[in-house]
């Protein structure tokens, strides 16, 4: 039987708005989340864009319960493997158990520090499907690769090794982090964001229609042009989302931007 495409549930809050998304990295432990839900909650209006915060494992429930605004909430990372002598790993059933809804995959950190291949993206995206767990797949080419005007290329390779396996998720993402941006103030222009976002959604095909984010030194003052361009569904923060003020602020550019296809 062929699967239906995917194609996002209207059940998210704020669904059908920008997607702005926080990485917290190793960031914010369960005191800390709880500050700064108390800080954001007020600050942002809801359901104007569809808020999503990917918080270390230890701070999901803290940061779950303290929130008093529609949002969602990952994990960083998973293995693929169910269970096992794994030590230090999470499972996608485990993370889902946790509250996870979602989790991120191939974080560019977690390629280039962590040396997780395309391949094990592959398995890890396959898991959290498996698992019900929206996967959240990062993807993004070096500056040297942009250089070498290999862009398309890696961009293709990157996401062919996932793209099949989404055709059968309940809820999926993908968001275009070029590294050379991430954490490092230099930021994509939303022309270079465009382009970017038009080749991964030829790589994704018809049959997977799914939020197609921006990541890489995103701020409060490029958040709206960056949201703005063409095939652009919303942001993924790193830096400036563990500032409730300031993540409030890029909420409110997704607002601003106006629909996506989150
Ligand atoms: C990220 O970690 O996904 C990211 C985009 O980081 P930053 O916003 O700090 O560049």
Known sequence: MAEEPVDES??????????????WKMNHGPAA????FARFSPAVEEGA???????????LAAAADGARVPAEFGVQNIHWEGSGALTGETSAEMAR????ALTLIGHSERRHIFGETDAEVGRKVRAAVRAGLAPVVCVGELLEER?????????RRQVGAFAGSLAGARAAMVAY??????????????????????????ALGRRVRVPVLYGGSVKPGNAVA???????????????????DVFARIAEAGAVAGPGGG
Do not use: Y
């Not at 989340?33 to 700064?36: G, K, P, Q, T, Y």
């Open 49 to 59: 864009v569809r808020l999503v915060f990917f918080t270390p494992d230890l701070s």
């Open 10 to 23: 209207a059940r998210a809050p704020g669904a059908g708005s920008k997607v702005v998304a926080g990485n």
């Open 33 to 36: 989340a709880e500050r700064f």
């Open 147 to 155: 250089r070498a005007g290999r862009l398309e290329e890696v961009l």
């Open 177 to 202: 982090e070029p590294v050379w941006a991430i954490g490092t103030g230099e930021t994509a222009t939303p022309e270079d964001a465009a382009e970017a976002h038009g080749i991964v959604r030829s």
């Open 226 to 244: 960056l949201m703005s361009a063409p095939d652009v569904d919303g942001v993924l923060v790193g830096g400036a989302s563990l500032d409730p």
């Open 97 to 100: 158990e946790a509250g996870a």
